[in-house]
């Protein structure tokens, strides 16, 4: 059994749950409903979006490059808003965005699956102060995952 078999469970329930419900979503609250940082369930899933791309990114590189492995952080001064506005997730196709959402986490999965579990202590240098092991990486994927659904629920909560 791969140490991060809850991590990955995890991961596809939530895919095999969120799914039909992003899909079953009005244009109207996909669009214009926004959370404190002002983005919307779009955006919000676009992050997601490049989470996972990012995520399996850092897997690769963390199993074969040096120790400690410097690598972009995206998620760092205002850079993920970046990424949400060049790649306009506002109005990217919805169907198209949840099944890229869906497909990049599989792969994802597929990527942790695969982990060489004797690399789990190479680390990431997420700051100048911050270093984040391949293992520390996997683990709290999840709860990020977690994160950023409960946004999104929030914001389809919303009596208007």
């Known amino acids: 059994m791969n140490s991060f078999e809850p991590s990955y469970q995890r991961i596809l329930e939530l895919i095999e749950t969120w799914e039909p419900r992003l899909l079953a979503l009005p244009e109207e609250i996909i669009s214009n409903r926004k959370n404190s940082q002002n983005r919307s369930i779009r955006q919000i899933l676009g992050h997601l979006l490049d989470s996972a791309s990012n995520n399996t ?40 965005l949840v099944q890229l959402w869906k497909y990049a986490n599989l792969h994802l999965v597929h990527v942790i699956r695969n982990v060489d579990q004797s690399k789990l202590g190479n680390q990431w240098i997420s700051s100048e102060t911050k270093l984040i092991s391949l293992q520390e990486n996997i683990e709290y994927y999840p709860q990020h995952f977690d994160l950023h659904l409960k946004e999104m629920e929030d914001l389809m909560n919303i009596k208007q």
Do not use: K, M, V
């Not at 690598?71 to 506005?85: K, L, M, S, V």
């Open 57 to 96: 990114h850092r897997i690769i590189h963390l199993q074969y490059r040096e120790n400690p492995c410097s690598f972009p952080n995206y998620a760092t001064e205002g850079n993920n808003d970046r990424w949400i506005a060049i790649q306009d997730y506002q109005h990217e196709n919805w169907y198209n």
